[in-house]
């Protein structure tokens, strides 16, 4: 049962009292609902995804479709409802249920409240997982254009805090907090997610990612056997293991190669010497930061031979800062190379979308799986509002540049009146929405929008 909350009366208007009621059902705050569906429907996400779930439960007692389940949740993290505690009150909201395939008003039909969507996520165990990371790795590749060349990868760590008990959380001393550690994997090109792995707290940043770079590039390269591939990390990722995979798949399967920043060390230093004095030099005599540029073969000892190296010799106001990056393109000049590798902090604005706007650290179950399954769910959001922001972007610039949480506060967050007959389910949007045009065009695509008196 829904629970009631108390009428409010309040008295800054000069003439009658404004009395504010909170009990009007065919009303919800989440009208852009239905654009979300109509995305999700354009490119089966939710369905995909669905398509992977083990159900063994009962078929004669479900009242809920495992796609149905997967559509409340990943709506509901887009929406900004990233809880399931939050269902308890969605699972009756008449535009949720209907984008969900629920009857609008129907009393008694309300989707999955909190506890059936804590026990679908508990359902899902290893293979599920593993059927669910390939699969978004798959469809990625599928959706990549036909004439793509080329591909850059962009791999990144991020702490995931956790709380309580959770099953594989550990202290780390680095991020100074027992957490999670999960593995990401951008398309630098468009900011597609193209995978997510979620890791033990206390693992390093490269473990696993070079099964995952091996999988994921022999499926583009199938597809695209003559595209270019580049990968992107920083000096977490820069172990021989990873760097030798790379190269291996170069080998296998050629145009595979790698920019990965590189930890500095005494004979870095004394190989960068002159380019820092130089940068010094500069530094003096202008009164305003100065950069060289500078490369080099360098073999760590734990390397099998030598690589290139590229140092950005750096002095400013505080002080001498070198950085250096290791990268098998040895065929540009040396700035070009180490900017092309700075374009990797694109991918720190992303992994914000994923957790501040869709709240992918939200991983409170006690149990491992579940946790795992909770951050796929988030992918999926992930890729929903990704794609609707692309299709924003063919008719608004600004939001087409807007970060997700300001992309559901101007386009996804729109009162709307609900109302059902034996012939329709009606939605009322407000005559004053300010994105109204973009909103029926996204709806409806190819019609024109309706005038307004």
């Not at 990268?327 to 000049?333: A, H, I, M, N, R």
Request: glycine share 6%; aromatic share 8%; charged share 20%.
């Amino acid at each position: 049962m829904t629970q009631c909350t108390s009428q409010l009366s309040l008295g800054f208007h000069p003439d009658l009292p404004v009395v504010v009621e909170f009990d009007a059902p065919e009303i919800s705050s989440d009208g852009g609902a239905l654009l979300l569906r109509q995305v999700d429907d354009s490119l089966g996400l939710t369905a995909g995804f669905a398509a992977c779930l083990s159900d063994d439960r009962d078929p004669l007692r479900c009242l809920h479709s495992r796609h149905e389940q997967t559509r409340q949740r990943v709506f509901q993290i887009a929406l900004g409802y990233e809880d399931c505690n939050d269902a308890d009150r969605l699972r009756h909201d008449p535009l949720l249920k209907t984008v969900c395939d629920r009857a609008a008003l129907a009393a008694g039909e309300g989707l999955s409240s909190q506890p059936t969507l804590s026990r679908f996520e508990g359902a899902q165990k290893g293979m599920t997982l593993r059927r669910l990371v390939r699969h978004l790795e798959n469809s990625y590749v599928a959706e990549l254009p036909a004439d793509t060349q080329v591909i850059v990868l962009d791999l990144d760590a991020t702490a995931d805090e956790t709380h309580g008990a959770q099953q594989l959380s550990f202290f780390s001393g680095f991020y100074d907090q027992f957490i999670y550690h999960p593995l990401l994997v951008f398309d630098s090109g468009s900011g597609q997610l193209i995978s997510a792995i979620l890791r033990p707290g206390k693992v390093h940043a490269s473990r696993g990612a070079s099964g995952v770079l091996r999988r994921l590039i022999r499926k583009i390269k199938r597809r695209f056997p003559q595209a270019q591939i580049a990968v992107r990390a920083d000096s977490g990722f820069c172990t021989p293991t990873l760097l030798a995979t790379l190269e291996n798949l170069d080998v296998e399967l050629g145009d595979v190669d790698y920019l990965f920043g590189l930890p500095k060390n005494p004979v870095l230093l004394r190989h960068a010497h002159s380019a820092m004095s130089l940068a010094q030099d500069l530094y003096r005599r202008k009164g305003s930061k100065a950069q060289v540029f500078a490369s080099f073969f360098y073999a760590a000892g734990s390397w099998p031979r030598q690589r290139f190296v590229v140092a950005k010799a750096e002095h400013g106001a505080l002080g001498a800062n070198p950085r250096f990056l290791v990268t098998s393109l040895c065929g540009f000049p040396p700035d070009i190379l180490y900017h092309a590798y700075c374009e990797r902090g694109q991918c720190e604005n992303l992994i914000k979308d994923l957790k501040n706007a869709l709240q992918a650290d939200r991983l409170s179950c006690s149990a491992f799986p579940a946790n795992f399954f909770r951050l796929l769910l988030h992918a999926l959001a992930y890729r929903l509002l990704h794609a609707l922001r692309k299709r924003v972007a063919e008719h608004s610039a600004e939001l087409g540049r807007a970060q997700f949480d300001t992309l559901r506060l101007r386009l996804l967050k729109v009162a709307a009146w609900v109302s059902q007959s034996v012939r329709r389910i009606l939605v009322r949007l407000p005559k004053a929405f300010p994105y109204a045009e973009i909103f029926h065009h996204l709806c409806a695509p190819g019609l024109a929008p309706p005038t307004t008196a």
